[in-house]
């Protein structure tokens, strides 16, 4: 037991094993209140990285335990644990400098998952980030805003702290260890902690543009999700496998939603512009859970923080995309599958896949086959006849005809025997053309791919101004779904109301809450 203070006297009654870096750590109380406390203390000789035995280190390091006071001093958040106290002790060849906040029982996640053997279940996991994201919302909201810059596992302390007169407080986590804090008022590129090595953070948890000697609030973010992944998959990120920067985690937390896996990814996106851009994003993601599929991680007033996660898996809605999704919701649309439609659609979490059978014969498709063959048997006739008398070069001026005469039949062909089948996953997209005949055997096939990042959505417009061949179906309307300037026909042939059924099923799995429109004949 040991007494330090300058004004207020402490008692350092046992070490403590956690609660941050930077310094030595103790239990204590304050004898005047008998408040439970933690002391923290460092000096000029004692606590140097290994390695770093120059005085330029040990000067930055107090420069460090400086700040970290200077910060907590001005910060109030039931997630911080309070400023308590702060000073400095001058002896004959040294100098020490002590830090105490207010002390909170409980473990640190590192000790809890590595030691302890804790495994978090997807609602305590969503606890202890929200109750996270919301003490950097408070951090990266002040003026300057403070980056902590080394959010860990072995920085977060599950526990309680002291409530009014004394009582046990609700359990919660705690953000602890400003010692590598960032208070928004200069760059600092210089940062020496541990191995002498010039950047702040700790592998593992560190955004890459910090080891390049930049942070700001995403890198707290990164971090964030660093010390999520690990709670999930009781491993140090950087012992999972990755490709790019990119942590592959996925495989290694089987036990999270979605949703959840889709926010985890996005906060450890290894550039910056393509994480969530600010923690009340994060929040707000968090709060509604699966609600927050489809969610723009654009903030109110316009700033960045597109996912780059999300361009991938198009769960993520691009400013443009939006206003196209709010466009799709003038019409009116069958809720349900239109009775007596042969369309087959599919949709997980992962893809959704849309089979179009041929439309079938129709009066429509008789009289056109009718038209057709007459068409091109008179076509044949003139040009047998041209060989005969007038010779190839005579007979050349029929092509234009024979060409008018391929796409009747083909009109014909694509109602009786041709079959679609869409495949649209997170990734990427497929549209197949086959012509099948009777028996089953496929005599023709095409497909079209790329990326689903490209899909701009899918509307129900007149053949006229899709760009597309009318089907001699009686229908004048078709399903279109638009890539880039490239325009695909996803049900050719079938009715209107099959049409727009299949255009609201793909919109919704594309963006969710978006809705087809009846684009033809309105203006």
Known sequence: MRNVGTGASFVLEAPLESQGAGGVHWRGRRQDTGEAVAVKGTSLREGFPSGARDAGAAWKRVELFQREGRVLRGLAHPGIPRFVDAWEEHGEDDVRYWLVQEHVEGGDLETKVSKEGVRFAEAELVQVATQLAEVLAYLHGLSPPIVHRDVKPENVV??????????????????????????????????????????????????????????????????????????????????????????????A??????????????????????????????????????????????????????????????????????????RWRRGTWPRGKPAGSRLEIEATEAEISVKCPPAGVSPEVIQMGTFAFAWNV?????????????????????????????????????????????????????????????????????????????????????????GVDAMPTGESCMAVMHVGVNTYTLAPGLKEVEQLWLADQVNEWLFPGARVDREYGEQ
């Open 158 to 251: 599950l526990g309680w702290g002291a409530a009014e007169g004394g009582e046990r407080g609700d359990t919660r986590a705690y953000l602890v260890d400003f010692g590598s804090v960032q208070d928004g008022s200069k760059e600092e590129a210089d940062v020496v902690v541990g191995l002498g090595s010039t950047v702040a953070g700790t592998f593992g948890y560190m955004s890459p543009e910090q080891l390049r000697g930049k942070a700001d609030a995403r890198s707290d973010l990164y971090g964030l999700g660093a010390t999520l992944i690990f709670c999930a998959a009781g491993r140090d990120p950087s012992r999972l496998p990755s490709a790019r920067l990119r942590v592959d985690f996925r495989d």
């Open 253 to 326: 937390c089987p036990g999270l939603s979605p949703w959840l896996l889709d926010l985890l990814e996005d906060l450890v996106e290894p550039a910056p512009e393509d994480r969530p851009g600010n923690a009340r994003l994060v929040l707000e993601r968090l709060r509604m859970g699966p609600e927050a599929a489809g969610l723009l991680n654009v903030d109110e007033d316009g700033g960045k923080g597109s996912s780059g996660a999300g361009r991938r898996r198009q769960m993520r809605l691009r400013s443009d995309k939006r206003s196209a999704a709010a």
């Open 378 to 466: 008179f076509i044949a006739v003139w040009t047998a006849g041209a060989l005969a008398g007038g010779g190839p070069l005579f007979a050349a001026f029929s092509a234009p005809f024979w060409v008018a005469g391929a796409s009747l039949a083909k009109a014909i062909v694509t109602p009786l025997a041709v079959h679609t089948k869409t495949v649209v996953n997170v990734d990427t997209f497929s549209v197949t053309y086959e012509v099948v005949l009777p028996g089953g055997k496929v005599v023709w096939s095409k497909t079209e791919t790329g990326s689903t990042a490209d899909i701009e959505g899918v509307s129900v417009e007149d053949s006229t101004k899709a």
